[in-house]
């Protein structure tokens, strides 16, 4: 597999995700689309959209709810630039038109994809040992500590796993979940007090080459805002691949922050 195959894998992935070609992402002008459901599509994405839009660089792609594409196809054609439909103030603008459909923008999300050449050329060094993990490894691993790297609700999907262990303790934990048929997420968590030695690191790229050996290809998602976890990839040998905008309802964020003020709480 080249990096040509890769960007290919994943756009047409996005396709599925949004309803449309592959090619489309790859053109100056932006294009809406309907959005509604597909077997092909991410699985942990609830579709049809209410608003979702997509950037490899180029331009915008938008899927949505039928309704208010017009209004969308407008946003995203008279904003000054690409990267202006996916920063405020002009998000309130979008917001604005979600209101109509009881939504608002919740995810602001950057996508990458791995370097093949950095992936295998970066030597990362951890101290401690890793282990390669299946399924039945991680049955006892739902919990809170390794949220990130596994997920409860979709176990299903949760294929490959890299632990680090300190003494036969796990320190250290990156997941696969098997979201796609080509393309396998990476999820990488490291116990508060073995943090900032590298660990995530070599977690991540040794998962990304195992799921290279499985041939399926490794993407790593991360919320803009979340330094370290940009930080961690790039460290990984991963690059920037897309970005994404996408809205849930009213309902579905306010359940998100209570979640949020509840763990709180708990700490």
């Known amino acids: 597999m080249d990096q040509a195959q890769i960007l290919e894998i994943a756009l047409q992935q996005s396709a599925y995700d949004c309803c449309c070609t592959a090619k489309e992402f790859q053109q100056e002008k932006n294009s809406v689309h309907e959005s509604v459901t597909s077997l092909k599509a991410r699985k942990y994405l609830k579709l ?53 459909v009881h939504a608002k ?3 602001l999300s950057e996508y990458f994809l791995p370097d093949i050449e950095l992936i295998y050329r970066t030597k990362l060094s951890c101290p401690y040992e ?13 919990i809170e500590t ?17 632990g680090a262990y300190d003494n036969g303790t796990l320190i250290g934990l990156a997941g696969c979940s098997a ?22 690191a070599a977690l991540t790229n040794r998962l990304a080459r195992e799921t290279f050996a499985r041939g399926k290809v490794p993407f790593y998602c991360a919320a803009w805002s979340n330094v370290k ?7 990984s040998g991963f690059k920037p691949g897309w970005i994404e905008a ?22």
């Open 246 to 267: 996408a809205a849930k309802t009213d309902a579905e964020i306010d359940a998100i922050v209570s979640y949020h003020q509840g763990q709180l709480q708990e700490e």
């Open 229 to 235: 976890s940009v930080k961690n990839a790039v460290r």
């Open 105 to 107: 923008i919740c995810f």
């Open 130 to 142: 890793l282990r390669v993990l299946g399924p039945d490894d991680f049955s006892d691993l739902y």
């Open 48 to 100: 049809p959209h209410l608003c979702s839009l997509v950037s490899y660089g180029s331009n915008i792609v938008a899927c949505g709810k039928k309704e208010i594409l017009p209004e969308i196809e407008l946003y995203i054609n008279k904003a000054p630039s690409i990267a202006a439909c996916f920063e405020t103030p002009h998000l309130y603008e979008l917001n604005d038109i979600l209101a109509k």
């Open 146 to 162: 390794w949220e990130n790297a596994l997920c409860k609700e979709r176990r299903h999907l949760d294929v490959l796993g890299i």
């Open 179 to 200: 979201d796609c048929d080509a393309m396998w997420q990476i999820g990488v968590d490291v116990l508060p007090a073995y943090r900032q030695r590298g660990i995530a």
